[in-house]
């Protein structure tokens, strides 16, 4: 999860969030070396007191600066559509789970079990134990088995939410009637923690949402507890 003063992005827990991390990285270090270009030129052209006629007027020139600028697109372009294809791909899920969005809270339905589902709502302050994070705890995890590819419904009830998960690179939006799906894959076993990411009203800041991945033979234990209570 985030920390205070951080500038960069949170861990990756999932391999298409370390596909983002690399492709930021790859952008970044274009926009670096185009800005020190720039920089560079602007500084040559205010302190020199040459002038050189074949840049005042030169074909050659006038073609590297074209060309060049359609390079760097592409190369920019390609890893993005790779990743955008990537985000898509949904393979034989071993786990679907309906999200949906309420005001102020999600409730989740695992829709391989007959009657496994429950609501999550954030811990108040007041509420919390020793370790536990302000804001961002529920009083129901959604536990996954780790490993596993999942798939992620997601709508809303009322009005437009937003389910986001930074460290797993996954944010889908949940609009009323309409049903979205999004899929992926935890990379280890941890808690992970995201928020309502749309603006939905006075307690938009209070929808928090924590997934728990477990190994699968905890992920059965926990599955068969839950159905024994419900």
Known sequence: MAHPSQLGFQDAA???MEELLHFHDHALMILFLISTLVLYIIVAM?????TNKFILDSQE???IWTILPAIILILIA???LRILYLMDEINDPHLTIKAMGHQWYWSYEYTDYEDLLFDAYMIPTQD?????FRLLETDHRMVIPAESPIRILVSAE???HSWAVPSLGVKMDAVPGRLNQTAF????PGVFYGQCSEICGANHSFMPIVIEAVPLKHFEDWSSLMLQDS
């Not at 205010?46 to 040459?50: E, I, Q, S, W």
């Not at 919390?128 to 536990?132: K, T």
């Open 46 to 50: 205010v302190t020199t007191k040459l």
């Open 185 to 188: 894959i935890t990379s280890r």
């Open 61 to 63: 020139i006038e073609i």
């Open 78 to 80: 390609l890893p993005s």
């Open 128 to 132: 919390l134990a020793p370790g536990q």
């Open 14 to 16: 999932s391999p298409m």
């Open 158 to 160: 009322d009005v437009l």
